[in-house]
């Protein structure tokens, strides 16, 4: 069964600062791979996603995130965090076709908080 | 223009009763979803449709009943709402299963 593991549940950073949010998946097929966020009360808002091809993907935000199959690992990374970045982020995994059929499973979420 | 949008965004209903939470989307997308948030946050998939046939069903209890009039709309009607129904719950669409999934804003459902 696939499954997602964000091993960070809180991070707190200084606006201005990097950020990294882990991300580890278990999965026996080729994975496709997101990152999603969620503001306060809000639904949940794609910020990059990884289907095949360069393993380092632009997002949306100045955020960016790196697929390495060896440590299935798909870590958000953001070289300097503004206050707007506070929020839940979310990994998720899934492929295409097989039994699958687009169900998402997702991390537990990491919480951001930024410090002016 | 709202691309997947849930009515109503509030549901503060009494334990027993019998509810629904419609979702829409303007994309055009095959498939349609319904995902549960509980309480800590952790969202797991309930449901899915592709071209208003059922996909995916996640051992939901049978209180809870899908239905898609057309592509475009997947309502959730909940028989004999329980306390632990309440969450939030979060219809999405997508172009097909493999492709990147557009959330509604959610619904808060809170059963007393």
């Known amino acids: 069964a696939q499954s997602v593991t964000q091993p960070d549940i809180h991070i707190t950073v200084s606006e201005g600062a990097s950020l990294e949010l882990r991300c580890n998946y278990s999965y026996g097929a080729t994975p496709y791979l997101f990152w999603y966020v969620q503001s306060p009360g809000q639904g949940l808002q794609l910020l990059l996603k990884y289907f095949s091809g360069d393993t380092l993907v632009q997002g949306i935000k100045g955020f960016e995130a790196e697929f390495k199959r060896s440590q299935s690992s798909f870590n958000l990374r953001k070289p300097s965090v503004h206050w707007s970045d506070a929020a839940e982020y979310f990994c998720a995994v899934t492929n295409a076709g097989g039994t699958s059929y687009g169900k998402l499973t997702f991390g537990q979420g990491t919480i951001l908080t930024v410090h002016p | 223009d709202t691309a997947v949008s849930q009515t109503p965004k509030y549901l503060v209903t009494q334990m027993g009763n019998d509810k629904s939470i419609k979702c829409e989307q303007n994309?055009?997308?095959?498939?349609m979803y319904w995902y549960k948030q509980d309480s800590k946050k952790f969202l797991k998939i309930m449901f899915s449709?592709?071209?208003?046939?059922?996909?995916i069903n996640e051992t939901v209890p049978n209180r809870f009943s899908p239905k898609s009039p057309d592509k475009a709309h997947l309502n959730l009607h909940i028989n004999s709402l329980e306390l632990g129904d309440s969450a939030v719950y979060f219809c999405?669409?997508?172009?097909?299963?493999?492709?990147?999934?557009?959330f509604g804003p959610g619904t808060r459902l809170t059963v007393l």
């Open positions: 999405a669409s997508s172009q097909d299963n493999a492709d990147e999934q557009f």
């Open positions: 994309l055009g997308h095959d498939t």
């Open positions: 449709y592709n071209n208003k046939e059922l996909i």
